[in-house]
């Protein structure tokens, strides 16, 4: 098996999934790195990792979805519920102008009282406000598709509303492990695995921008990872078969077991560098594979050696602080760590995204 994955890394070949469950089991770090650098350094330059100065808008913790991983959440009527005022949201994107970012994400909970038109006023808002000087994450998947099942409107509507108040991008969040077993163990009331790659795949065909993520560490089995990647594979197939650029990354972060119901222990520094590699190895169709400094912290940077080529500079997310995660506000430090790695830092800027393709 290794004399055979070595040809194919070398020959540039899709691995197979059998072949990936070997990587997660058996395989040695060691020839994981190597092998995840040279495929690396086929879709990027050497010894070179971009990274984003970002952070994420949490604007409700409202949701009704209830996943037993979440430590974020407050039920509708809860007392420490909220929905962030327009004006913190923007002291939140003029500190990170101020910072030199020009990026941050929404992600909130399926707050049953925001319906469509909250997300067109709110983005079309900010748009009009700082144009193109800062690029957002306008929600995630799984909000998407909790919007549009509330306002009972199929996604593409949904997903050109968004695209017709300023919106580009509609980002992975929310997918966890795509097995529709795992939805049923952890989130049965969030969506199955179907329906979000469904969505997903809509959301790129309205000409929108989306990524792919994947968070280890719960309790799925290595089988159920490999369904994860291969069922992203398949869709990036699908998409790039249409002519479509499909997800532009992958990001892959740790879940954090702290103050939620299902509790558990964090994966070990090692077990996420070999989750790297592997995603870097299986998804061939993916240029971009990022590693999160959120989750992962120092070791995130270690990332860049098993595959990784971009790695991001947080100032805050709720949704994965209130889990036990540890933001480090200093930015040089960070830089200053990817080049001890070895890595020149170059900032990505996230303004300058692929422009939209109409449809
Ligand atoms: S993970 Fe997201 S959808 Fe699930 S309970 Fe938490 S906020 Fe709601």
Not at 134 to 142: D, G, P
Request: hydrophobic share 40%; proline share 3%; net charge negative.
């Amino acid at each position: 098996m290794r004399a055979r994955i070595s040809e194919k890394v070398a020959a540039g070949t899709r691995i197979t999934d059998e072949e990936a469950t070997y990587l997660y089991t058996e395989a040695d770090l060691a020839d994981l790195r190597t092998w995840s650098t040279t495929v690396r350094d086929r879709h990027h330059a050497a010894n070179q990792a971009t990274y984003l100065i970002m952070r994420i808008i949490n604007y409700t913790n409202v949701c009704v979805a209830k996943c037993d991983y979440c430590s974020f959440y407050r039920l509708p009527k809860a007392p420490d519920g909220y929905l962030l005022p327009q004006d913190q949201i923007y002291a939140k994107i003029d500190e990170i102008l101020e910072l030199g970012g020009d990026f941050v994400g929404f992600n909130g909970g399926f707050n049953p009282k925001l319906k469509l038109d909250w997300y067109q006023n709110t983005f079309r808002q900010i748009r009009e406000r700082y144009g193109d000087t800062i690029e957002f994450y306008a929600l995630t998947v799984a909000e998407m598709m909790y919007v549009a099942k509330l306002c009972r409107l199929p996604y593409e509507t949904v997903c050109l509303a968004l695209k017709d108040a300023g919106v580009r991008w509609i980002t992975g969040g929310g997918s966890e492990i795509l097995t529709n077993a795992f939805r049923l163990r952890h989130s049965p009331q969030k969506y199955t695995a179907d329906d979000y790659l469904e969505a997903q795949e809509t959301i790129m065909r309205c000409g929108l921008h989306s990524t792919g993520t994947m968070v280890i560490g719960f309790d799925e089995s290595i089988d159920e990872r490999v369904e994860h990647l291969r069922r992203v594979r398949q869709m990036q197939d699908r998409l790039r078969g249409d002519g479509l650029p499909g997800l532009f990354s992958f990001l892959s972060w740790t879940y954090k077991p702290y103050h939620n119901e299902l509790g558990g222990l964090e994966v070990d520094g090692d077990s996420y560098l070999r989750h790297l590699a592997v995603a870097r190895l299986y998804l061939d169709n993916i240029s971009h594979m990022r590693t999160s400094v959120l989750t992962q912290n120092d070791n995130a940077l270690r990332g860049l050696h098993f595959g990784a080529n971009d790695f991001d500079i947080p100032l805050e997310d709720e949704v994965t602080q209130m889990a036990g995660a540890v933001i480090n506000r200093n930015i040089q430090d960070i830089i200053n760590q990817a080049e001890a790695e070895g890595f020149t830092p170059v900032f990505r800027p996230m303004a300058q995204a692929p422009a939209l393709r109409n449809v």
